[in-house]
C-alpha cells in the first residue's frame, strides 16, 4: 500500500478542526495522527486522544531521538510535532494518516513527503471574520486573541505553498470540497 498522508491546515478559528472531525467519521479509509504537544490539556482533552502530551523535556529527548516528522514551536515555549511512530501506527493499520496541523508543520511534511502528501489550505473568508469565530468561542484573552490573529495574517502569507487553498465562508460547502480533494487524491470513487 502506498504511504499517503492528507494534511489539513489553516489559520486558529478558520473551521479546519470540524472540517477534519467530519472527514474521519465519513471516511473510514482515513485516521487521525495524533500530535505531540506540550501544552497543558484543556478540561475536555485526553492524552493518546486529543494529543500526546508531554513535557518540554519528554519533546526535547524525542526531537534528540529524530522521532518527529515534523515539529515547531507554535507559541512561545508551546511545541507541536507529529510523531513518526503515529504515521507508522496508522499506516500499518491500512489507513491513511489525516493531519491536522499548522501551517509551518504542514509544508515541513509537505517538503519530506512530497507526491504522498495532499497538503489542503483551509482559508478564512476574511480576518474580521476570523476575529469574529475566535470571539465566539469565549476561550480567548484580548492578547490570545491578538496572538491569534496575528499568527493568522502571517499564515496566510503562506497559503499559495499549498497543493489546494479552501476559503471556508460556507461550511457546508467547504467540507464537500476537501472532502472531493481527499477523494481525488486518494482515488475513491
Known amino acids: 500500500m502506498e504511504k499517503k498522508i492528507i494534511i489539513v ?8 478542526t470540524t472540517i477534519v472531525k ?4 465519513e471516511m473510514p479509509q482515513l485516521a487521525f495522527s495524533i500530535s ?7 478540561a475536555n482533552e485526553v492524552h493518546g486522544r486529543d494529543y500526546y502530551f508531554m513535557t ?39 489507513q491513511v494518516p489525516m493531519v491536522d496541523i ?14 504522498e ?10 480576518i474580521d471574520a476570523l476575529r469574529e469565530r475566535l470571539s465566539e468561542r469565549g476561550t480567548e484573552t484580548q492578547a490570545s486573541l491578538d496572538e491569534r490573529l496575528a499568527k493568522a495574517r502571517y499564515e496566510l502569507s503562506f497559503s499559495h505553498e499549498f497543493d489546494k487553498i479552501v476559503v ?15 477523494k481525488d487524491f486518494l482515488n475513491i470513487k
Open 117 to 126: 502528501a495532499l497538503t489542503i489550505f483551509i482559508q478564512p473568508p476574511s
Open 56 to 94: 518540554t523535556d519528554e519533546f526535547h529527548r524525542k526531537i534528540d531521538e529524530n522521532a518527529f516528522a515534523e515539529y515547531e514551536m507554535v507559541y512561545a515555549g508551546k511545541y507541536y510535532g507529529t510523531l513518526k511512530s503515529e504515521l507508522e501506527r496508522i499506516w500499518s493499520n491500512e
Open 9 to 16: 491546515t489553516a489559520p486558529s478559528g478558520a473551521g479546519k
Open 168 to 182: 471556508n465562508d460556507i461550511l457546508e460547502r467547504a467540507y464537500e470540497e476537501v472532502k472531493n480533494l481527499v
Open 22 to 25: 467530519k472527514l474521519l467519521a
Open 36 to 42: 505531540a504537544a506540550t501544552r497543558e490539556a484543556r
Open 102 to 115: 499548522d501551517v509551518k508543520g504542514a509544508l515541513s511534511i509537505k517538503e519530506k513527503y512530497h507526491q
